[in-house]
């Protein structure tokens, strides 16, 4: 049978018989099922930067400090992403496969694994 690949853009490659991620190769025929995750970031250091700049801003010690620090909380929060997590489940557990701030990247990964699963039968 001739291997038909469904996804292939740089270090990530998907055929009805392999999975191949960052030179690590997952054989199609032992995953059961593939889900996404999702890692969201920790907002405590921005929301304690921030509590700071209020703080300072409120007791009027250090109001040009106070500005820029809450500047720098609302910059650092918005800045942070959640990472997306490609999820393969087998008969030996889940693995972890990929990870990516770009969700419709790891949509499209995960779309390629469930249209190779489907094709195998």
Sequence with gaps: MEEKTFFDTGNVRVTNARFIVNG???AMNGVTSVKQAVRHPSRGGPVVCAL????LLITGVAVVFGLILLAAALV???KQKPTW????NSSSGEAQALTSQDRGYIDGVIGALNESIVHRG
């Design 24 to 26: 690590q190769t997952y």
């Design 85 to 88: 997590i490609v999820v393969l």
């Design 76 to 78: 650092w929060g918005f």
């Design 52 to 55: 700071i700049g209020v703080l």
